[in-house]
């Protein structure tokens, strides 16, 4: 497993870059360091170099999706590596069960539910 970082690192994988800044300012706001990558492929690489607290991470994505990423993480990582979906599809809480996720944040979300979510996956490790 490659070095940790801090347990307060976030980690955000959304190639929607306002979104992105959102998540990023409200949890920097809090204390939190974040990192932010556009695509799965990234996150898998941003991961292999040190792993986050907590992993924030979108669905649809170009180079590689989040289902796919997610796969990934959980076949390298197992479940030590909090997984938070971020997604606007239907039936949002299938898509945790499917990806085998941690929590789900239904797009639209407010920055209290992403902070809680934040909080309580971050505080299990």
């Given amino acids: 497993m490659p070095p940790s970082s801090s347990d307060r690192d976030v980690l955000i994988v959304d190639d929607d870059v306002d979104m992105s800044d959102v998540v990023k300012s409200a949890l920097e706001a809090e204390g939190y360091a974040c990192r932010t990558v556009g695509n799965g492929r990234e996150a898998l690489a941003e991961v292999a170099r040190a792993t986050p607290g907590v992993v924030l991470l979108d669905m649809l994505m170009p180079v590689m999706n989040g289902r796919e990423c997610a796969r990934e993480l959980r076949r390298t990582y197992g479940r030590n590596l909090p997984i938070i979906v971020m997604t606007a599809a239907e039936h949002a809480d299938a898509r945790r069960l499917e990806l ?3 929590a789900v944040l239904a ?5 209290q539910q992403l902070l ?3 909080r309580a996956h971050l505080s299990r490790r």
């Fill in 100 to 102: 085998e996720a941690d």
């Fill in 107 to 111: 797009k639209p979300f407010d920055l």
């Fill in 116 to 118: 809680h979510a934040v």
